[in-house]
Each structure stands twice: as C-alpha cells, then as structure tokens.
C-alpha cells in the first residue's frame, strides 16, 4: 500500500506543486491566513477540480480558522483532504471478475478521442489482467487511426498478449466479430476492444461506435458488458464535457485518466465523478504498464494535499 501511495504522490507531483506555488507552502509550515485561503482557492479552480468541490473545501478549512487564527497549514490540508474523499466516496471501481463458469469472454470496450491514451491503455489493463491470472484477448478495433494497429500490435507483443488484428482502414466492427469469436474459442477471460478515437462531437463517428456495439451483441447480447472512458487528465474541465456526450450516447460503467503525471490539472477526475458517479478504475502516471494504477480516493486525496 505504501508503494501504490508513492505512486500516487509521485504522479501527482505536478498538481501538487501547483498549488503549493500558489499558496506559498500553504501546507508545509506555515499558518492560515486571509490571503493564503484566496490563494488556496484559485489554486484549486485552476487545477479543475470544479465548482462546487472547491467550495466544500474551502468552506470546511475556513469554518476551521474562523475558530482558530493560528490554524496550521498541515492541519489545513487534513481537513481539506477529508473533504476531497468524501466527495469521493465510493468512486473506486473494481475490476471486473468474469462469472464463473461463463463460457463467453466478459467484454471491456475502451472509448476515447484520439490522444487521450486509449490505446496503450487497452494494453495496459490486458497486462495487468494477465498480472491477476487472467487470460486476455486484445481487438484492435481503432482501424481509422494509421499508427493505431500497430501501435497495439506493438504492446502486445511486447506484453506477450493474444491479439486479433486487421489492416488500417479495415471494418472495425467485423474486426470486433472476429476477436471475439476468437477469444471465445481460446477459452480467454476478457476481451479487451481498443475503438476507433473519435471527437465525441462527430455524430457519424459515434454511429460507429455504436456499431460495434450491435456486432459484439449478435455473439452476446450482454456485451460489452463494461464501456470506459479514457480520458487525457491534462485537458482539465474539457474532459467533462467528453465524458456527459460519450456517457449520454453510451452509457460508460468506468472512467481511466491518463497522463496525471504531466499536468498541473489533475482535479477533472473529482468533476467527472461528482457528476456522473461513474467509478474510476485507473489513473496513469507514467509510461510503463506498472504505471497504471488502481484508483483510491484516499490515496489521491492525501496525495493532492502533500500528506504521507
């Protein structure tokens, strides 16, 4: 445990210090004051965490300094990291377990816009799936994007993974027929479909998606049985928005956020969360499949304050 919360400060190193800067070591030593308190809040608008967290947070460190003007500042980032996982609560997804005795493959559908990370993400929880005793199958349906395929092909044989895979340009929905005929006669646990990238604002490209959906129904009409959203963690307030559409059309059962290691932004997660309740299975922090970790509320709130 303590490993993974490393992890998490690490990654999250980069929101961490942009706050801090703004607050001129708010949580280190120093003690609570007026001007810190509007530092602390612009601090927090700007990392994304939304409107209403920042309130809440906000409201509960200064009912606490109202009460008392030498309120430290680590006493500070205490109460404002409980606000953070309350919020939170239950935001963890588990990863799934396929049924016992289910003669088909649990499918899990990554979605995202091209960027975002999705698709060595889709490797990355195949890894670690094979990590957990799992066998995998990986279709590598985003046939649109030309480096897509290979760059899947790539990771899984680098990860030893099974994988079924067409050409560029190629029908991703038959591609999604295909492996998931495949991984059922190979007797595999998970088939993991990396989708076509597409701007949740392309309407024709959404129809694709859906598309997918209806071909994968014609094997079982429970698939797929989980749909996540990847989301780029440095597009802040942005991925909102990707999340509601993608959401509305789709209907996800998780959300992944990459890329938290890189952006001073890293407080989109709790405003997708807080408003679509959808469990957030992983956060990336880096570029190794190591690096895709598990999500927990509490680590990532003590993380975002500095605490240990």
Not at 67 to 93: F, N, T, Y
Not at 137 to 146: G, I, N, V
Not at 157 to 167: G, Y
């Amino acid at each position: 445990m303590f490993g993974l919360f490393k992890k998490f400060k690490e990654g999250l190193a980069k929101t961490v210090s942009a706050i801090a800067t703004k607050t001129r070591g708010l949580f280190g030593g120093r003690k609570i004051d007026a001007a810190s308190l509007e530092e602390l809040e612009e601090a927090f608008y700007s990392a994304d965490f939304g409107v209403e967290t920042t309130r809440e947070i906000l409201a509960e460190i200064k009912q606490a300094y109202a009460q008392d003007k030498e309120l430290p500042g680590r006493q500070a980032a205490h109460l404002g990291a409980a606000v953070l996982q309350r919020v939170l609560a239950g935001s963890a997804g588990v990863l799934p377990t396929r049924e016992e005795g289910a003669s088909y493959p649990t499918v899990i559908a990554m979605i995202g816009v091209n960027g975002s990370g999705k698709t060595t993400t889709a490797a990355k929880l195949g890894w670690k799936l094979k990590q957990a005793g799992r066998t995998v199958t990986l279709a590598a349906c985003d046939t649109f994007r030309a480096a897509a395929v290979e760059q899947l092909k790539f990771w899984a044989t680098r990860l030893e993974l099974d994988i079924v895979a067409s050409h560029t340009g190629a029908d991703s929905a038959a591609v999604a027929f295909d492996a998931w005929q495949a991984a059922k006669s190979r007797g595999k646990d998970y088939l993991i479909v990396d989708t076509a990238g597409r701007l949740h604002t392309k309407s024709h490209l959404m129809e694709e998606l859906a598309k997918i959906r209806r071909v994968l129904q014609k094997n079982d009409p429970t698939a797929p049985q989980h749909r996540w959203l990847v989301v780029d963690g440095s597009l802040g307030s942005n991925s909102l928005e990707q999340a509601r559409i993608f959401h509305k059309s789709f209907g996800l059962t998780g959300l992944v956020v990459t890329k938290l290691d890189g952006t001073s932004r890293g407080g989109a997660l709790v405003a997708i969360y807080r408003e679509l309740k959808i469990p957030i299975y992983f956060i990336g922090l880096g570029e190794q499949p190591e690096d895709l970790q598990p999500f927990s509320a509490e680590n990532y709130a003590k993380a975002v304050f500095g605490l240990d």
